[in-house]
Structures are given as structure tokens and as C-alpha cells.
């Protein structure tokens, strides 16, 4: 089965700079997506960036980024210019047939 | 498109009383995905629907949990004889496409405290 791995229990970053969480994976197969989702306090699971396993560009969405690295099954977020609304649980997730979770980063944003 | 839909948002109940969660998808969504989870840590998979069908179902899945999706429409997963143990959020969520597409869309989560 596969496993996603976030080794950061909690990451802590001051407004503005940025801040990368770390992710990796495991997995036999060579098409699949990547996600990093987004889950504020009490509120539901939003999406923040996708990856499709087959470009090899890396994904951007506005301030987030990621870096990408399929032979390493490494796939890290990078927030820049952080802001105290990106303090939330993020979430790793890895998908073919169903959606896999890693066990989350809890990221604190001090102004 | 009014999102994911999932009710009740709260359920208490006392040890070994069975439970009911519903799911409503996002109406063109041909896959629901069902996820529990506990405080702190990441949605555990438990089951998904392509349509009406049952593809996949997790161990964690045991023999006091059902999920039905009829007609491919809303879902129900029911817990029987619950135990303290199963007290966590219970999260649905779908996606449009087969097996290589689609994000998935989450609902606000059905939380289950079993005293």
C-alpha cells in the first residue's frame, strides 16, 4: 500500500518569509497525483497545489510552490511571503485509485 | 454547486448505539470517498464509490461498518454497537472522473463522540 510521510510534526515561520514542509512517499507505480491540502482550525480540508506524477514541471499557485522530485518520491511545499492566514494542519496526500494522507504539519505563522 | 454536504455535523451517543452519517456529493461527482479522523492527525481512508459501485474498502473498515451509496447519488456509512474507540470525525468527499483525475472536494466532517 502506499504510505505518505510528513516528518515535521509543526513548523513555525514569521509573517512574510517563507517557510517549505517536507513530504515523501512510497509507491510502485509511475502515474499518480499529489496534492497538498490546507485544513484551518475547525474547518474543512481545502486544496492548496496539484502535481501530476507525469510533468516534470513543478506546480505553482501564486505564493505556493512545490518541488517535485519523482526518483527521490519527494514532494515539498514551499509558502512564501507567509501570511497569519496560512496558520493551518497541511497534509500531504498522494492519489491513484484512492487518496492517501500523511499525517499533517502544523504550521504557526508569528506576526 | 452547493459543495459537499454531510449531516449530522454532531453526534453523541452512548456505547453501543448505532450511527448514521449521510453524504451528499457534489452533483456531477461520480466518486465519493469516506475518511475518519482523529484530532492531530491526517484523514484515514476508509472506503470509496465510483457510482453505486463499492471499489474499495479498508481494513480499518471492520464488520460494524457499512457504507452504501443507492442509486449513486448520497451516501450513508452506519456504525454498529459503536465503542469509545470509534469517536473521531468522519469526513466525506468526492471527485469527478476515474482513476487518475480530480482533487478531491471534502464536506465539513461528521463528528461522532461515543460516551
Known amino acids: 500500500a502506499q504510505t505518505v510521510t510528513q516528518s515535521q510534526p509543526e513548523m513555525s515561520v514569521q509573517e512574510a518569509e517563507t517557510v517549505t514542509l517536507s513530504c515523501t512517499y512510497d509507491t510502485s507505480e509511475s502515474d499518480y497525483y499529489l496534492f497538498w491540502y490546507k485544513q484551518p482550525p475547525s474547518r474543512q480540508m481545502i486544496l492548496v497545489i496539484r502535481?501530476?506524477?507525469?510533468?516534470?514541471q513543478n506546480a505553482t499557485e501564486n505564493r505556493f510552490s512545490v518541488n517535485f522530485q519523482k526518483a527521490a518520491k519527494s514532494f515539498s511545499l514551499k509558502i512564501s511571503d507567509s501570511q497569519l492566514g496560512d496558520a493551518a494542519m497541511y497534509f500531504c496526500?498522494?492519489?491513484?485509485?484512492?487518496?492517501?494522507f500523511g499525517a499533517g504539519t502544523r504550521l504557526t505563522v508569528k506576526p | 454547486d452547493t459543495g459537499v454536504s454531510q449531516n449530522p455535523r454532531h453526534k453523541i451517543t452512548k456505547r453501543g448505539q448505532n450511527v448514521t452519517f449521510r453524504c451528499d456529493p457534489i452533483?456531477?461527482?461520480?466518486?465519493l470517498y469516506w475518511y475518519r479522523q482523529t484530532l492531530g492527525q491526517g484523514p484515514e481512508f476508509l472506503t470509496y464509490f465510483q457510482n453505486e459501485a463499492q471499489l474499495e474498502k479498508s481494513r480499518l473498515l471492520s464488520d460494524r461498518f457499512s457504507a452504501e451509496r443507492p442509486k449513486g447519488s448520497f451516501s450513508t456509512l452506519e456504525i454498529q454497537r459503536t465503542e469509545q474507540g470509534d469517536s473521531a470525525m468522519y469526513l466525506c468527499a468526492s471527485s469527478f472522473g476515474g482513476r487518475l483525475t480530480g482533487e478531491l472536494f471534502f464536506g465539513e466532517g461528521s463528528r461522532l463522540t461515543v460516551l
Open positions: 452533483s456531477e461527482h461520480n466518486r
Open positions: 502535481q501530476e506524477a507525469y510533468k516534470q
Open positions: 496526500a498522494y492519489k491513484d485509485n484512492d487518496m492517501r
